[in-house]
Each structure stands twice: as structure tokens, then as C-alpha cells.
């Protein structure tokens, strides 16, 4: 098939492009910056298009540009930024009626789970809004695919996971981690976004996917940690501080960025369980089974020196293509010390390895506040 990625850039979409042009199919890579790209190692092997899905005559431009497209993939998002949800109905109607005039078939969504709730965040509530905007009459039919917690390296959800359970000797608690979630691999999240491509396979319409088993944020914290061979203690807390505070407070105490992690945080009043339509009724499950979520954080653990996201032995790996601030404190330390260790003495800097995860975190935050310091004067 000709396929067109928006997000092209972004953690799931740089490796499902990769995941589609082993499949044998043509990708075009949508994204507001198209020289962006260079940083990917699939980047000789698509066609680079410009798409701002904020902008409707970019959209129609890109659709012009692109060529006959068979599939949409719609995975771009503004969480984490003023105004989002607005923002994120706008460019997937943008986007629906540019795929509609273009004449595609099929647009494969991929979302969070919406529980059924009155209440529901920011966050939440955008995702369902978001397959309404691109679900338009007489356009491409629509899969959508609603996920809660993606394990991988490089994943927003896990290295928040990650960077928690490294930094506190003693992890904060509150009830809201002993709801149930059930988590996915990065690994079976392709799996399934492949498959929902083939409209032999997969008919259009809303569909849970999910790891072989359902846990809670308190276990997956301890998976982690279990993982990386630490030793933490867990402090149960009383739910008395508003779940905007606790996304300020978190989104300071990761690096991951504040207002992202503010606004997932603010999702976590809900179990995220799948729901009874699951797309593991209509696709067989992968070679070898779904990833248990231990071997999916275990892998994402062991992740070696990052890769071209094309060329990773493993989806859980970290690329290097993915955000600064994912793979953990001793990494962003090595990095950071490289830069001025000559080349000769660089392989003692995994002497970072061993320094303990709070302390670790520690020296990786005075220094992101000394250069931020340097660079205001």
C-alpha cells in the first residue's frame, strides 16, 4: 500500500515507518518540518512532505504533493501544550477533510482508552473528541485504536515510569496508583497498527488494545524497578492534593516536559482497562504471543547505545532519534560529559552506570539549572 504518516517524527511514528517499509509498503512522512527527517534513519526511503495540520490548505498542499494514498495514519497530538484539546479538533478535521478531497480510504488512529466517565480530563476527553473530528461523512473510514500505557524506551509513559522510579528512594503512593491499567509493548502496539491497515482484517471502527495481562501503576513501578536492579521503598499518601498540583510537581521532578507530564498525570483519576472490543477479537495475536509487560520493560531496561530508529534489534531500544531527556539520568550524563572528554578517555564515562539514580538525578538537574543559568546572561 502507499501509506501516509503525520507524526512522522514522534516516538510511535518513527517506528511504525520503519515497521512499514520492512512490510514492503511506500511511506510518505508528514511533518511540519521536513528537515527534521535527516535525523531518521529511514529518511533516504520515504517521500518527505510538508503538513501542518493546523493549516488546511498545508493539508490540502501535502495531499497534493503526496500522491494517490491508500492509508492515513493519524498519530499527532498537542498534549502538553496551552490550548490543546481546541488545537487537536481542529487538525484532525483539518486533516479529515484534506484525506476526504484526496479521495483516501482508510485513516487508523491511534488514541487512548476513553473510560466511561462524566469526568474525565483534559487529556481523555480529547482523544475521543479527536475520532469524532476525523470521522466524517463520506471520507475515509475510520480505526481507531485506543492505548494506555506504551512500554518502550523513549515512550512518554514509561520514561515517566522510569525517571520516578530512579529518583526516589521512597516512591510517593497516592490511591490512584492502585488502579488498574493494562499496559502494551511498543512491539505489539506496531503489530496492531499494521494490521489495522487491511480492511480484509480489521473493520472500521473503535477498538482497545492491550498486553496479555491487566496490572497497576504501583506494579508496573515495581516491574521497573525490579528491572533495573534497585532497591525502593513505596509511601502510601492520602489523595488531598489536586491532581493539577501533582502534575506541576511531577512535571518538575522529571525531565520529562512539565506541561505533557502535567497533563497525563491529570488522566490518572481512571482505571485504564480495555474495553470489551478489542482488536485481539479480529487479529491473531503476533508470532510468539503478546510481550508480557515484564519482558517489555525488561527490554526497554537493557536498551544498549541508541540506533537509527530503522536499524534498532529491538522496538523497546532506545533510538536516536528520541527525545533528549528519555533513557534515564546516567545516560543524559554520559552525553553530557562527551562533549568534553576527549575521545580516548570516552568508554570510562559508563562509570556513570554505577552512580545511584537519585544521586544520578540529582547531578543531571544542577546541571540542566547551571547551562539554563549560563544561557540566560
Not at 514492503?24 to 508528514?30: M, N, P
Not at 485504536?145 to 497516592?174: C, H, K, N
Not at 502496539?189 to 480489521?202: F, S
Request: include cysteine; charge should be negative.
Amino acid at each position: 500500500m502507499r501509506v501516509l504518516v503525520t507524526g512522522a517524527t514522534g516516538y510511535v511514528g518513527s517506528r511504525l515507518i520503519a515497521g512499514l517499509l520492512e512490510a514492503g509498503h511506500e511511506v510518505v512522512a508528514a511533518t511540519r518540518d521536513p528537515e527534521k527527517l535527516g535525523r531518521f534513519g529511514w529518511c533516504e526511503r520515504v517521500q518527505a512532505v510538508l503538513l501542518d495540520a493546523d493549516d488546511p490548505t498545508s493539508v490540502d498542499a501535502a495531499f497534493g504533493v503526496a500522491g494517490p494514498i491508500d492509508v492515513v495514519y493519524y498519530l499527532v497530538h498537542a498534549i502538553g501544550q496551552p490550548g490543546f484539546r481546541d488545537r487537536d479538533n481542529i487538525s484532525a478535521a483539518n486533516v479529515a477533510a484534506g484525506a476526504k478531497a484526496a479521495g483516501v480510504g482508510r485513516i487508523v488512529y491511534l488514541g487512548g482508552f476513553v473510560p466511561d466517565n462524566d469526568n474525565l480530563s483534559e487529556h481523555l476527553a480529547s482523544r475521543a473528541e479527536v475520532a469524532g473530528a476525523l470521522n466524517v461523512e463520506g471520507g475515509a473510514e475510520l480505526v481507531w485504536l485506543g492505548a494506555a500505557v506504551i512500554i518502550g524506551a523513549g515512550s512518554t509513559s514509561f520514561e515517566m515510569v522510569r525517571y520516578v522510579g530512579d529518583r526516589f528512594w521512597v516512591i510517593p503512593l497516592p490511591p490512584w496508583a492502585n488502579h488498574d491499567i493494562d499496559p502494551i509493548s511498543i512491539r505489539d502496539v506496531l503489530y496492531y497498527l499494521l494490521a489495522a491497515a487491511d480492511p480484509a482484517a480489521v473493520p472500521a471502527g473503535s477498538y482497545d488494545i492491550a498486553g496479555p495481562a491487566t496490572t497497576t501503576y504501583r506494579e508496573l513501578l515495581a516491574t521497573y524497578v525490579d528491572a533495573a536492579g534497585e532497591l525502593r521503598a513505596g509511601l502510601p499518601m492520602r489523595d488531598i492534593v489536586p491532581r493539577s498540583v501533582v502534575g506541576r510537581v511531577a512535571g518538575a521532578a522529571v525531565p520529562v516536559p512539565s506541561g505533557l507530564a502535567a497533563d497525563l498525570i491529570e488522566s490518572l483519576d481512571h482505571p485504564m482497562t480495555a474495553s470489551d472490543t478489542v482488536l485481539r477479537d479480529h487479529v491473531p495475536d503476533p508470532p510468539g504471543g503478546l510481550t508480557a509487560i515484564e519482558d517489555a520493560v525488561a527490554a526497554a531496561v537493557a536498551s544498549p547505545r541508541p540506533q537509527p530508529v530503522d536499524a534498532l534489534a529491538d522496538p523497546h531500544h532506545l533510538a536516536d532519534s528520541d527525545p533528549l531527556w528519555a533513557g534515564g539520568d546516567a545516560l543524559r550524563l554520559r552525553r553530557a560529559a562527551a562533549t568534553v572528554t576527549p575521545a580516548v578517555a570516552r568508554p570510562a564515562l559508563v562509570l556513570f552506570n554505577a552512580v545511584p539514580g537519585p544521586l544520578a538525578g540529582a547531578l543531571r538537574t544542577g546541571l540542566d539549572l547551571l547551562l539554563a543559568k549560563v544561557r540566560t546572561r
